[in-house]
């Protein structure tokens, strides 16, 4: 069973800073990750995927994947009070039928 | 993009009622869905496996006979939650990936709120 760990958290930053998400796995097999946002009450909706080392830029929201420290981080500019959920980090599990496997969740928090 | 159509939203019924939840893939076939319990405050739980004409594979602590999984078509998966007890109430979620897209995300559903009087 592969491991994905977060810091649950609150991360509360204020409005127009930068928040910084991170996220490390216990297994090298993992191969695709992602971000998803989870607002209260709903079910969580992609925000980012990566799948190769570097990173990966979306309009306000930068993925990053280093595979040898098995670490990923999100990283969300400009943080506005609408991104104000908890942030879930996921790996696919590719030995045991592509499902996903979460982390705890981090609440984030930004402040106007 | 994919969308994945869970229904119903909402269910409140007495103790012993079974409760049917349908998971339907709307734009893309679906051999694999999965099956995701939360409870209040609390992390995402994988409960099973839905595989396209073939059995479940649950999750260690998950009752089988408990919670029913039918996955008949590359578009629809069902979780049948039988002889529902309060304990039962929770927020129950499905997801699904196109089929052969093995590195493509999972797109979940809205969610069914479950409440058991």
């Known amino acids: 069973q592969k491991e994905v760990e977060q810091n649950s958290g609150p991360l509360s930053v204020p409005e127009g800073a930068i928040a910084s998400l991170n996220c490390t796995y216990s297994d090298r097999v993992s191969q695709s990750f992602f971000w998803y946002r989870q607002y209260s009450g709903k079910s969580p909706e992609l925000i980012m995927s990566?799948?190769?080392?570097g990173d990966k830029e979306d309009g306000r929201f930068t993925a990053q994947l280093n595979k040898a420290s098995q670490y990923v981080s999100l990283l969300i500019r400009d943080s506005q009070p609408s991104d104000s959920a908890t942030y879930l980090c996921a790996a696919r599990d590719m030995e045991y039928g592509n499902k996903l496997v979460f982390g705890a969740g981090t609440i984030l928090r930004v402040k106007s | 993009g994919a969308v994945v159509s869970q229904h119903p939203s909402r269910v409140i019924c007495k103790s012993g009622t079974s409760v049917k939840i349908e998971c339907r893939s709307l734009d893309f076939q679906a051999t694999t869905m999965f099956w995701y319990r939360q409870f209040p405050k609390k992390s995402l739980m994988l409960m099973a496996t839905?595989?396209?004409?073939?059995?479940?594979?649950?999750e260690q602590g998950v009752e089988k006979d408990k919670f029913l999984i039918n996955h008949a078509s590359l578009t629809l998966s069902t979780l049948t939650v039988t002889s529902a007890h309060p304990e039962d109430s929770s927020f129950y979620i499905c997801?699904?990936?196109?089929?052969?897209?093995?590195?493509?995300?999972?797109?979940f559903g809205d969610g069914t709120r479950l409440s058991i009087l």
């Open positions: 990566i799948y190769s080392n």
């Open positions: 997801s699904a990936f196109p089929t052969g897209a093995l590195n493509q995300p999972q797109h």
């Open positions: 839905s595989n396209e004409g073939s059995k479940a594979t649950y």
